[in-house]
């Protein structure tokens, strides 16, 4: 049986960082991560289990108000107990942290989980267009309105650009061509052996078929 050789760490592409990518990429993803993870930790430190702290009470209304009209569109009502949100804002800050780890260790998962997150968020928590254009609101949800397109922009460019974590994708290739090598070098044995054969021998017929 020929064995492959072990497959050794992969070696640095010049301007490539040890977190994937190049130095830019990294500072990039490093600044967006920020973002989510630090939201997260401010609404876990601020976190009430019976009311769910500032954060809940913010939120209510807005997801109240977005309750009331998906209602009317679809035509029957939908709900959700108040005693959930509590329960949802923490899920939504451990969602953060989690998709935000994940990119920044490379890995397009989190984004993936951040996109729809983003989505939804930003049109439920910042209808800006609901608020009469002479109103404080008004301008303070379009800013957070038009920073959170922003930020679900640079999560779609890093999905589209990048390929994940390039150690990984290295380690998946070097497999790859072990096995593949492992495969030939088996072949070439079988047809060394058959060819030692005599001519008439089933073994080598079985072999030539």
């Not at 996109?115 to 609901?130: G, L």
């Not at 608020?131 to 589209?160: C, D, T, W």
Request: aromatic share 10%; charged share 20%; hydrophobic share 45%.
């Amino acid at each position: 049986m020929v064995r492959a050789p072990p497959a050794r760490p992969p070696k640095l592409v010049p301007g490539e960082h040890y977190l994937g990518g190049t130095r830019a990429q990294v500072l990039g993803r490093i600044l967006i991560c920020s973002v989510f993870m630090g939201a997260a930790v401010v609404k876990w430190q601020s976190f009430d289990k019976e009311t769910g702290g500032p954060f809940a009470a913010w939120m209510a209304p807005r997801l109240e108000h977005f309750l009331t009209e998906l209602s009317d569109t679809l035509g029957f009502t939908v709900t959700i107990d108040k005693s959930l949100y509590p329960r949802i804002l923490i899920g939504s800050a451990t969602l953060e942290f989690a998709g935000a780890l994940l990119m920044l260790s490379n890995i397009p998962f989190g984004a993936q989980v951040l996109v729809p997150y983003m989505a939804i968020m930003t049109w439920v928590m910042h209808p800006f267009w609901k608020f009469a254009h002479h109103m404080p609101s008004y301008e303070n949800e379009r800013q957070h309105f038009v920073k959170n397109i922003a930020i679900l922009g640079a999560l779609i460019y890093f999905l589209a650009s990048t390929k994940g974590t390039s150690h990984l994708n290295k380690y998946e290739s070097m497999i790859e061509e072990a096995r593949e090598k492992k495969r030939t070098d088996a072949l070439a044995l079988e047809r060394s052996k058959a060819e030692a054969l005599p001519a008439a021998s089933p073994a080598r017929v079985k072999t030539e078929q």
